[in-house]
């Protein structure tokens, strides 16, 4: 017998749709402008109106979603004045968080970031852009936990989720054949202990591929 929806089972509904939903948008599975429904997302993930609405509104919130005073849902397309003011909340944000990390910086996580970059490669050698995001996302979200700053980490995903669809398109323009030597740079870093190098190497890493965008 179907159970009736009850308030917790609605939240946790909303949950789970508003996760999914927010990875797709900051690995850049959804591209910048694309339109979406209450109606489609509500098929995709198996709920009613209700959770979908949230989803949308919360998202809406963190600026990964955009509402038209129509009502029409869509990632948004960022201006050049947007992308400069998001590349220097990142150039503000992830150097700090590099820094707070370096002391908590063993070799293990040392070894965990090479895996990855690792990993950046294959994604790189199979095309796969959003592949290629969730990748590096996750070297630089693997560094900065080490930090234990989680307000800060926060704000720098949030920073992520507007960007992810404008990422996508940037991916398109970097023809990238290897991973990016920033990476190189920062794990080189890590190793010696060089916090202004580090510093350096995240904030290249966080907004040089961003100019590309602008003009």
Request: proline share 6%; hydrophobic share 40%.
């Amino acid at each position: 017998m179907i159970q009736p929806r009850t308030p917790d089972n609605a939240g946790v509904a909303h949950d789970r749709v508003y996760r999914a939903l927010r990875t797709r948008i900051m690995h850049g599975e959804i591209g910048p402008g694309e339109a979406l429904t209450l109606r489609g997302i509500g098929k995709e993930y198996g709920v009613s109106m209700t959770p979908a609405r949230e989803t949308v509104r919360r998202l809406a919130a963190e600026g990964a979603l955009f509402l038209s005073s129509s009502g029409r849902v869509s990632t948004p397309e960022l201006t050049n004045e947007r992308i400069e003011e998001l590349a220097t909340l990142r150039a503000l944000l992830e150097p700090e968080l590099a820094s707070r990390a370096l002391p908590r910086a063993h070799f293990a996580l040392i070894e965990r970031l090479e895996a990855i970059n690792n990993g950046v490669s294959q994604m790189i050698a199979r095309h796969d852009a959003t592949g290629y995001i969730r990748m590096n996302l996750e070297f630089h979200r693997t560094l900065y936990l080490r930090a234990q700053a989680p307000a800060m980490l926060a704000m720098t995903e949030t920073v992520w989720l507007q960007l992810g669809p404008t990422m996508r398109a940037l991916y398109g323009r970097l023809n990238r054949t290897e991973p990016p030597a920033t990476h190189r740079l920062i794990i080189s870093a890590l190793r010696a202990g060089d916090e202004p190098g580090l510093r350096l190497a995240v904030r290249t890493d966080a907004t040089k591929g961003l100019r590309l965008l602008k003009g």
